[in-house]
């Protein structure tokens, strides 16, 4: 069975930050690339940020110079610290491989930006 908790989310204002955190199975983690999606409502779920075993970032462009990605590989966890949030940026947040594991979608965390 595969082990993925994230946790971090919360209601912020505009301009704000928050940092999620997301640990992993090794099974998991320890090859894959891993990512942090999001779904907002009424829309589809999106790839926000990825990284590699080795480190290696990439972003959407809305996120870009806003949010980094970084992984603790010792402890399994991904991180998303997520700067100069803004409304658009609401949604469920969730970690998993990239591509997807999709038999382990979890639920996610909720982060609202609103005034």
């Known amino acids: 069975q595969v082990q993925l908790v994230e946790s971090g989310?919360?209601?912020?204002?505009?301009?704000?930050?928050?940092?999620?955190?997301?640990?992993?199975?090794?099974?998991?983690?320890?090859?894959?690339?891993?990512?942090?999606?999001?779904?907002?409502?009424?829309?589809q779920r999106e790839l926000v940020a990825d990284i590699s075993t080795g480190g290696a970032t990439n972003y959407t462009d809305s996120v870009t110079g806003r949010f980094t990605i970084s992984r603790d590989n010792a402890k399994n966890t991904v991180y998303l610290q997520m700067n100069s949030l803004r409304p658009e940026d609401t949604a469920v947040y969730y970690c998993n491989a990239v591509?997807?594991?999709?038999?382990y979608w979890r639920q996610g965390t909720q982060v609202t930006v609103s005034p």
């Not at 591509?99 to 038999?103: D, E, G, L, Q, S």
Request: aromatic share 10%; net charge positive.
């Open 9 to 43: 989310g919360g209601l912020v204002q505009p301009g704000g930050s928050l940092r999620l955190s997301c640990t992993a199975s090794r099974m998991m983690f320890g090859g894959d690339t891993m990512g942090w999606y999001r779904q907002a409502p009424g829309k």
């Open 99 to 103: 591509p997807p594991w999709n038999r």
